[in-house]
């Protein structure tokens, strides 16, 4: 199985760029934080990241230098000769998913910590609903000997339409 999740910050500005068919695509690097750190400090790992179609697009106009950014993808490897005949060879992370990372106060109005916004490989960027919250009646009827409480709906409880689900 070949399945990266990364957490970082991105090192420059993403640019958009479009292949001779018009695809639109982008590469970036994010710098990501080892979990131990050395004497010196905290030291990072710079990863190179691509994304292509709708997620290109996301990435490149919601995020931008020093952002954090969590993608999701996989590790793929390529080769290639350079202009000098030599063999080049590249690994990198082609993105599936994109989300908003980090504190409200860093994202401003364009996202929040909860990932409120994301781009996936099939375009969605769409914003989930609003979680509704659900405060419940107290209890009509004591509860029976087991502990169980009857939550029957009554014309004093609320009816079924009533229920946030």
Do not use: H
Not at 44 to 61: G, L, P
């Amino acid at each position: 199985m070949n399945r990266v999740v990364l957490m970082g910050r991105l090192t420059a500005d993403p640019e958009l760029r479009q292949t001779p068919q018009g695809t639109a695509v982008t590469r970036f690097t994010i710098a990501v934080n080892r979990r131990f750190q050395r004497e010196g400090g905290q030291q990072a790992d710079f990863i190179t990241c691509v994304a292509w179609r709708q997620t290109a697009e996301f990435i490149c106009r919601y995020f931008n230098k020093g952002r954090m950014i969590c993608v999701e993808g996989q590790i793929q490897s390529r080769s290639w000769d350079g202009q000098d005949g030599k063999r080049q060879y590249a690994t990198e992370v082609v993105i599936d998913n994109a989300e908003f990372t980090g504190s409200r106060a860093e994202s401003g109005s364009n996202g929040g910590s909860n990932g409120a916004y994301q781009s996936n490989f099939s375009g969605d960027y769409s914003a989930p609903q609003p979680s509704r919250s659900y405060a419940p009646q107290a209890p009509q009827e004591p509860a029976n000997d087991l502990g169980f409480v009857d939550l029957s709906f009554t014309d004093d409880a609320g009816s079924e339409d009533d229920l946030p689900f």
